[in-house]
């Protein structure tokens, strides 16, 4: 079976053929130069850029895998969440694109395509795992029990772990998006500098906060001005990432053992983040864990993971009609 996997939730245009779990071609298209003027995504400019992106993506990943549109057997969307805007272009491009050339059309949510990522990369796990999914919309917990059936065990209650670095970015006067630059510089700086606020919110809680982490930044800095002293950037940054990191660890550990599951897996933009990395294959080992995360093109958006969530749910419960609407908060667990 070929799927054709359509991605458009936040500011990537994204698309994707794959023969059931084998990628054929996975192409996108980045708007990061248009809104890094602004610090954060500019949602109107995020749509308008996917309406011009969206047909010329999805000609190259045909071409790219040496197809033509006929010979795709599924189209696989992102339904939601995300952007209402965003999902708008590239669900409604897929309902056109299914309606005439009579091929059936799934909606995937985003987060199955997060957690299913790691089936893209060469090692792959075994159900059921822990996955922590962290991304400039989500922090959360998910216990997979298999390809379609996903448990949200905790999830943010403020500011998503990605939000957070692009956040403390901005604050920081590095440009957008803020993750990367800030683990960069994190690694010649001393995470020992400030300890910054951990917040592990009620005993055995799963949930996450990463607000206050950001209002300890944003006083570490005003303190700084006001002492007319200098900013150490890379000792805030490797400081505050040690902080993101080390709830971020400690919880999915936590709901592995609560859950007696002995696989963790990550996904999401954060989860490229080398120390997050680190300090996860170093704790797994330690709690007797196994401990899997994909290839970083495909931990930030991409739209291989989609065709992939999109084959696995279309073997379960086969196509979605063609009068569903886009949704902006997910609908797994
Ligand atoms: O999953 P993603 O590509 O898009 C969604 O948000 O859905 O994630 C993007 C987020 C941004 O907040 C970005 O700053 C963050 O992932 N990110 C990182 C790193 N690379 C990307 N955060 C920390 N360290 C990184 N290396």
Known sequence: MLILGIETSCDDTAAAV???????????????????????????????????????I??????????????????????????????????????????????????????????????????KPTFPYIALIVSGGTSSIYLAHNYNSFQLLGRTRDDAAGEAFDKVAKLLGLSYPGGPQ???????????????????????SLDFSFSGLKTAVLNHVHQQHRKDAELCINDICASFQEAVVEVLVTKTILAAQHNNIGTVVIG???????RLREVFTERCHKEGLFFYAPPPQYSTDNAAMIALAGFYSFKDSGPNSLDEDVYSRSQLG
């Open 18 to 56: 794959l023969k059931e779990n084998e990628i054929l071609s996975n192409v996108l298209t980045s708007q990061d130069s248009i809104h890094t003027k602004f610090g954060g995504i500019v949602p109107e400019l995020a749509s308008r850029k996917h309406l011009q992106a969206i047909h010329p």
């Open 58 to 123: 999805v000609e190259t990943a045909l071409a790219n895998a040496g197809i033509k549109l006929s010979d795709i057997n599924l189209i696989a969307a992102t339904q939601g969440p995300g952007l209402i805007g965003s999902l708008l272009v590239g669900y409604s491009y897929s309902k056109a694109l299914s309606y005439v050339s009579k091929i059936p059309l799934v909606g995937v949510d985003h987060m199955a395509g997060h957690i299913l990522s790691i089936f893209l990369g060469r090692d």
């Open 182 to 204: 800030v683990s960069e510089k994190a690694t010649n700086g001393n995470p020992e500098y400030v300890h910054f606020p951990r917040a592990w919110l009620d005993e055995n």
């Open 268 to 274: 999401g933009g954060v989860s490229a983040n080398p």
